[in-house]
């Protein structure tokens, strides 16, 4: 039975959401991470530093007893985000990041950036104050097939972005395909990449096993084996560049089991356990630590968090539901079992 102790992890990219679902959200996480990069994308979305100084306490007031948990605010960007409220979230010392959501592109992104020439002085802004800039990297282009959305995105977009400026920090945000891998090795060291659990676990059959399987469904899409290998090399490579991010994204089972079931996947409880898995299947374990705990506080410029976590290979039971108010998710891996648990 293997066992490993690594520095706590944190989550670099975690929907949190708000209301009730913090009751679910923010104990499961607490109970791995010690701190997560909060999305920013609710129903009304985070668009000024005030709107995320009071998010963040109704975060920290769903933070079990004696936890010492810390959120990590963003900003949601829209076409009129200003300079000066770039200004105004580095001046607040709770806001770590600045999200675009190009508009219509996954959930709650009605109120992104139609044009990214539009914010190009709030883009300058952020790289003067060191407010890194995270993206969703799929364009909203109806016509372009929703496996390509990524690679198209690279090619039309984050290509020119990081040449117009250069001093901006960019943490592409779930990658999925191994174009995204090869961009981000290629870019300086002001680009990063986070890799979710499910896109290293998963190739695009998993949606479709037996017929058609919503809780497997989320944004940017599963893609097919090739891409996932990329991103497994990737994650398990030690390159600091890569780093854990799990796009935890619940929603309400009536949300996802319908006609238009949403897109996201709710993984907090269990994405540790699968990231410890990969890495070990992939002889990988010594390789953990950096990408779960290391690289990612290094990116922000954080330091490393104090305690350590043990992780022992034993199987662990994942419920078939969790509940939330008076609704239910259906996490990631739910029935089934995983190989790995903290102690
Ligand atoms: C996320 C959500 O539900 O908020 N969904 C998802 O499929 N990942 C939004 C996002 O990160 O794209
Ligand atoms: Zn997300």
Redesign the pocket.
Known sequence: MRELKIIQPDDWHC?LRDGAYLSRTVPDSAAIFKRVIV?P?LTTPITHPSAAKKYRERILNAVPEGNDFEPLMTLYLTDETTPHVIAEAKASGIIHGAKLYPQGV???SEAGVTKLEKIYPTLEAMSEHHIPLLI?GEVNDPAVDIFDREKYFIDKILTQLVKNFPSLKIVF??ITTKDAVLFVEESSKNVAATITPHHLYYQRNAMFMGGIRPHYY??PVLKRQEHQLALIAAATSGNPKFFIGT?S?P?AVTRKESSCG????YNSPTALALYAEIFATQNKLHKLEGFTSLYGADFYGLAHNQKTITLREISKNVPETLSFGDETIIPLKAGQSVKWDII
């Open positions: 929907h999305m994308n996954t959930t709650h969703h945000e779930h989320c944004l796009d994204a929603h949403c897109a996201g996947i």
